[in-house]
């Protein structure tokens, strides 16, 4: 039998889902780390608030999902980014090493939070970077890890010995794609959303022979974000806008669309998914 732990012990049945979220009381763009990142276009704190508590509310309240809040520390203002933190697995969080000095601040917030709820923390050494959620995402029993501007392709190998899952590398190729999560957004155990122009040929192949049925998107929906899309069960939240073809694609799925204005969490880089992670699967 293959464990869900890390340290090897038996299978055994997961809690039912959960997630963290930081509220953005501190978020703002205060370096650039990424293309989307300008100083000089800065966030508005009263409307993220307001999109913030939208998405937090739509969680809690009309998919009923249990969301755990990490305390906001002044200084910190990508904090609020929670799928950043690591990854985790059973009872087993794996602590992000974050490539940029500006985010490495953020790890021993996650990892005392972790620590102090009972968790068992794993780290990586800290030559190689690995950036959580944001680049390592499961499809069914097999993790797809993006690497090259924030992962280094090598954690793939400590990965491997650690979860004893097939773990398949994907190399990223567009710097406006830099972390899988914005590119790559699993659906089921049998479908993802994906941007082709983010992926090198290997990545094609990957993504089209061991994913059954990937949906690609076009560029104009990827600049939007819908790849950094969060699901619960049948339910796709990701920012408005969503084309015309591939909300019927979705539709044609089963899938019910929640369509949110994240407008300010663009301005970083991010979107629904940056602002989840979820503490069990």
Avoid at 42 to 71: G, I, N
Avoid at 197 to 202: K, T, V
Avoid at 212 to 234: G, K
Wanted: proline content about 7%; hydrophobic content about 40%; glycine content about 6%.
């Amino acid at each position: 039998m293959i464990s869900n732990y890390p340290d090897g012990k038996p299978a055994m049945p997961l809690p039912s889902l959960a997630l963290l979220m930081c509220r953005p009381s501190h978020y703002t763009v205060a370096y650039e780390i990424n293309p989307w990142m300008k100083v000089t276009r800065q966030v508005h704190q009263p409307v993220a608030a307001r999109q913030w508590q939208a998405l937090y509310d739509l969680l809690t309240r009309s998919l009923r999902v249990p969301v755990r809040l990490l305390r906001p520390v002044k200084g910190l203002p990508d904090l609020v980014f929670t799928a950043n933190a690591g990854l985790l697995v059973g009872k087993a969080f794996i602590r992000t090493n974050f490539r940029h000095p500006e985010r490495q601040g953020e790890e021993v917030i996650f990892e005392r939070y972790f620590r102090r709820r009972g968790y068992r923390v794993v780290t990586l050494p800290r030559q190689f970077n690995f950036e959580g959620e944001g680049d390592a995402l499961w499809v069914g029993d097999t993790l797809f890890l993006g690497f090259r501007f924030r992962t280094d392709a090598t954690v793939h190998e400590h990965l491997s010995k650690i979860l004893h899952r097939r773990i398949l590398p994907l190399e990223l190729v567009d710097k406006r794609f830099y972390h899988l999560d914005t590119c790559f957004c699993p659906l089921d155990a049998t479908s993802v959303l994906w941007y082709p122009g983010a992926f090198d040929r290997y990545g094609w192949k990957a993504i089209e022979t061991h994913v059954p049925d990937p949906v690609p998107v076009s560029t104009a929906d990827a600049l939007r974000f819908c790849c950094n899309a969060l699901v619960i069960d049948r339910a796709v939240i990701l920012h408005g806008g969503v084309s015309k073809p591939l909300r019927k694609e979705l539709e044609r799925r089963g899938f019910d669309l929640y369509e949110l204005d994240l407008s300010e969490f663009l301005k970083a880089g991010g979107s629904a998914k940056c602002l989840v992670l979820r503490m069990t699967r």
